[in-house]
């Protein structure tokens, strides 16, 4: 057996941890690490630099950018394409100009509709032209009443706002800003309401929302007097003083008149009365 020769290795710290271990093994004579029948390294030598060199080739630099790039791109594509189909949908339009004439409106208000067999009556209240539009779909016709300019007296408007129809065709009309309802019996406009500057029942402030029940009962939303008022066989009624809207909503009311509802724009609520109280 050959007889093992000291050898004298100087590390550079110029080369890799592994160059200087394969340097130091040869010079040594013993076997290479990569041969089958190699022992493990002396412990001896040290093996810190060869271990923080190894860390260098493990970082994923490719995988991160990979995943980066792909998945923003198939998410934003998806959205893109499926919100606008959602919200952009519709069959017909029954009018949309902007204008004065038959058919046209400047801020339409409230919509109500009622049938007659195979007849359909769409009836607008057309706010900035003071005036109430109702259509026809046997003609395909409108028919105006009140006109462009404001007035005070029955069938003329001011900024109507709500309105409703009963089983008989009667026309109801929340004339806001001249605070009163107007009922058309078909032949004639006529003023039902009592008054203004109060809340006694029959009186208001500024009327908005309105809607008729199955039995023909009439419900008004009156925003400054926070009340909702009813009228039934030629009389008014308070429902509730409690009414949180705004001078400005809309509203429903269920076919039994149990419930009813209005809207609020300025605060995205839905206002909801039934059984005396009032749920958001």
Do not use: H
Request: charge should be negative; hydrophobic fraction near 30%.
């Amino acid at each position: 057996m050959s007889k093992l020769r000291p050898v004298k290795v100087v590390f550079s710290s110029s080369l890799p941890g592994a160059a200087l271990l394969l340097m130091a093994l040869a010079l040594s004579g013993c076997p290479s690490p990569n041969s089958p029948t190699a022992p493990n390294p002396p412990t001896a030598i040290p093996t810190g630099t060869s271990t923080a060199t190894g860390t260098t080739t493990s970082t994923p630099s490719s995988t991160p950018t990979g995943t980066a790039s792909s998945t923003p791109t198939d998410t934003a594509t998806v959205t893109a394409t499926s919100t606008p189909t959602a919200y952009f949908t519709y069959s017909y339009s029954l009018g949309g100009t902007y204008g004065t004439a038959p058919g046209q409106f400047e801020a339409p208000q409230q919509v109500a509709v009622s049938n007659n067999g195979s007849v359909t009556l769409v009836y607008v209240t057309d706010g900035s032209n003071n005036r109430v539009q109702v259509y026809d779909s046997s003609t395909s016709s409108w028919t105006t009443y009140g006109g462009t300019a404001s007035g005070s007296g029955a069938g003329q408007f001011y900024g109507p706002s709500g309105i409703g129809v009963d089983g008989s065709g009667d026309i109801f009309v929340a004339d806001r800003n001249n605070y009163r309802i107007q009922e058309y019996n078909g032949s004639s406009w006529s003023v039902i309401s009592l008054g203004s500057g109060s809340t006694t029942a029959g009186y208001f402030g500024t009327p908005s929302g309105l809607s008729v029940d199955a039995a023909g009962n009439v419900y008004v939303f009156d925003g400054s007097n926070a009340q909702v008022q009813t009228y039934s066989s030629g009389t008014w009624s308070i429902l509730t003083s409690t009414y949180p809207g705004p001078e400005g909503s809309n509203a429903g009311v269920n076919a039994a008149g149990t419930t009813v509802y209005a809207c609020d724009v300025g605060i995205n609520y839905i206002y909801r009365y039934a059984s005396g109280s009032w749920t958001t």
